[in-house]
């Protein structure tokens, strides 16, 4: 099952929110859909869930088209949009048979199906609370049970860990994992450390254009340099390293260099050779190399 975003173009008055956008995910992946407030993600996702209509192009899924075929297309999506719409006066099993209903499920097979979630989500103990009682955390928690509860082919969140404490985002994350072995799934978030733990590829858009789109592994690898950490007993001199990339002194110490390198493997060897031929005592070397945000800032700034 995969979903297939197609030459999107969105236009409100003077302002183009989506500038003919392509990409594309597939079963058993989580891709990372990124960027600024205002980039576009929200009017991708409700495009592709057939809550909005596009002034071009199209959304596939399965080979289906979301113009064409929207009430197929609804069986197979499950939304976690970022503003949560609840009804905060019914109680949370309540709502989820509720909602289950409108999917046309019903006896046996909706109860089961119901508590099934109610489990999954860790709803057990909120089950017959009213919504609106519940904490955020645990708002966030039914409106991922809503998204799941027809048992969708593909998922798309939209900030689905907002409000949760540090134990939640664990248990949710695992969730997200265990839900994204058999299904397609869309996870766009701010928090990119939660990307790098959980996504398989990134597609980052900007002012309504894609600007990156790759595996999360290969975008760390040709998104430019890494930093190499030296220490030393014996003070140091800026001009031993200056051939291997840009020098400087961390936090003043003049036994300590941070060197921005292109090759942190070969530049190791090098820096490793000085040492030696130094006659320097190292007390350590450590290569950190770029993470998402970093990349993230540098993509979204220059394009």
């Known amino acids: ?57 199209d959304v596939h899924i399965h080979g289906l088209s979301v113009l064409e075929k929207p009430k197929e297309i609804s069986k197979l999506v499950g939304y976690l949009p ?122 980052i858009i900007n002012k309504g254009k894609i600007v990156a789109s790759d595996l999360l592994s290969n975008l760390k690898k040709t998104s430019g340099n890494s930093i190499l950490l030296l220490e030393t007993e014996e003070s140091l001199k800026l001009e031993w390293f200056a051939d291997l990339g840009e020098v400087s002194f961390q936090n003043g110490q003049h036994n300590a260099l941070s060197i921005t390198v292109a090759d942190s493997n070969e530049a190791r060897k090098q820096v490793l050779q000085i040492i030696q031929n130094k006659q320097l005592t190292l007390l350590g070397i450590q290569v950190k190399e770029r993470n998402l945000e970093s990349i993230f800032h540098q993509i979204t700034q220059s394009s």
């Open 1 to 57: 099952m995969s979903l297939d975003v197609l030459h999107l173009t969105k236009i409100y008055g003077q302002q183009k929110a989506l500038d003919s956008i392509s990409f594309s995910a597939k079963k058993g992946e989580i891709l990372g859909f990124l960027g600024p407030n205002g980039a576009g993600k929200s009017t991708t996702m409700k495009i592709a869930t057939g809550y909005l209509l596009p002034d071009d192009g």
């Open 82 to 203: 970022e503003h949560n719409p609840l009804y905060l006066d019914m109680y949370v099993k309540e709502f989820l048979s509720f909602i289950g209903g409108l999917y046309g499920m019903s006896g046996k097979n909706l109860r089961l199906r119901v508590n099934e979630l109610l489990s999954l989500c860790g709803l057990e103990r909120e089950a017959h609370k009213k919504i609106g009682q519940l904490s955020k955390g645990y708002r966030q928690r039914a409106g991922l049970a809503k998204a799941l509860i027809h048992d969708p082919e593909v998922i798309i969140l939209d900030e689905p860990t907002t409000g949760l404490d540090p134990n939640q985002l664990v248990e949710i994350r695992n969730l997200i994992k265990d839900i994204s072995q058999n299904k397609t799934l869309i996870l766009s978030t701010h928090i990119m450390q939660e990307v790098e733990i959980l996504c398989d590829k990134v597609v």
